[in-house]
């Protein structure tokens, strides 16, 4: 068997500790520089600066991210600035409004002696921001009147909300900021319904819609929403033909023509139907001159009725 030989390349036990203690001679070296340097004053360097705004949170909202730094230019000793460059142990500096809701900006030049001051010992050189901005709104309550929101419910066919839909309670009050709430008129309520076919008796739970975002409460969480639903029938009637105004020369192309009218109807007046005598109103002055056309006009159309629709709804004139 051939004999293995060993490798020449390999770093010798003594060659290896020399080379720790070389390593060990840098390191020590670069580390005593270091703390030299960081000893010395006179360095200019730039960082954000964290700061706080300060304003009564009781009065005033913020309704967008408020700036947290400030782009500044300072000196100092080494050690100082390395600490303000990692934010080590550096309070945040506090710039304080007074009315935050009156403009969205405040000009930096205003706190370079109050920063200035803050900073100490480190030296502020400028401030290479002009102005920090905001959007900081007043805090208002408002009271709005609850409405179902049309894309929340559906109603069954031939179903219909009758009467006046009652809310408990009968105004919404709501907390945020004005420029959100100056422009609601009402509040939506989504009854989350479909295919209605009864009278609705039922609490739900209020949500603030999305667009108002996470800035707005509101007062209480549940509302009571009321209304009655009745069904509407369908019928039909033959019409009795009624002539008005017609020449002894002109006539119906076919007099002998039947026209029935078809209807929905409110159940709970469907009886009064029995007593009524609908008619095809004929009105010869109303006529269509152009094709000799006269359009059918139904009567009497009480409101309880609804899609009246009259079956030919247009006749032909015939001239003599």
């Not at 520089?33 to 200019?44: F, P, R, S, V």
């Not at 008796?201 to 007062?219: C, F, M, R, S």
Request: hydrophobic share 40%.
């Amino acid at each position: 068997m051939p004999e293995t030989k060993k490798s020449s390349k390999r770093i010798s036990p003594k060659k290896l500790s020399n080379l720790k203690v070389v390593v060990l001679c840098i390191a020590a070296a670069t580390t005593f520089w270091i703390l030299n340097a960081l000893n010395k004053d006179d360095y200019n360097t730039i960082v954000d600066f964290p700061i706080e705004l300060v304003y009564d949170k009781d009065q005033y909202v913020a309704v967008a991210s408020l700036p947290k730094t400030l782009e500044i230019e300072i000196s100092g000793n080494g050690w100082d600035l390395l600490r303000k460059y990692f934010n080590f142990n550096s309070d945040s500096y506090p710039v304080e409004l007074s009315n935050p809701a009156s403009k969205n900006y405040i000009l930096t030049a205003d706190l370079k002696r109050s920063l200035g001051e803050f900073l100490s010992p480190t030296q502020l050189n400028s401030v290479l921001q002009d102005s920090l901005t905001f959007k900081i709104d007043k805090i208002k309550t408002v009271k709005l009147n609850p409405v179902l929101d049309s894309a929340g419910f559906s109603m069954s066919k031939n179903y219909r909300a009758i009467g006046p839909v009652t809310f408990n309670p009968s105004t919404i009050t709501l907390k945020g900021p004005s420029s959100l709430l100056d422009s609601l008129k009402s509040f939506p309520v989504n009854l989350e319904e479909n295919r209605i076919n009864k009278s609705i008796d039922k609490e739900i739970a209020l949500t603030i819609p999305e667009n108002l975002g996470n800035h707005v409460t509101l007062e209480v969480e549940n509302i009571q929403v009321k209304f009655d639903v009745v069904e509407f029938l369908e019928g039909n009637k033959r019409l009795k033909i009624k002539k008005l105004n017609f020449p002894k020369s002109v006539s119906l192309q076919n007099e002998e023509v039947v026209i029935m009218i078809s209807y929905l109807v409110d159940e709970r007046k469907s009886s009064e139907l029995k007593d009524l005598e609908f008619e095809a109103i004929l009105d010869y002055y109303k006529r269509n001159k152009e094709d000799s056309t006269i359009t059918v006009q139904v009567k009497p159309m009480p409101d309880y009725l609804e899609q009246v629709v009259a079956q030919p709804e247009i006749l032909k004139l015939k001239y003599e």
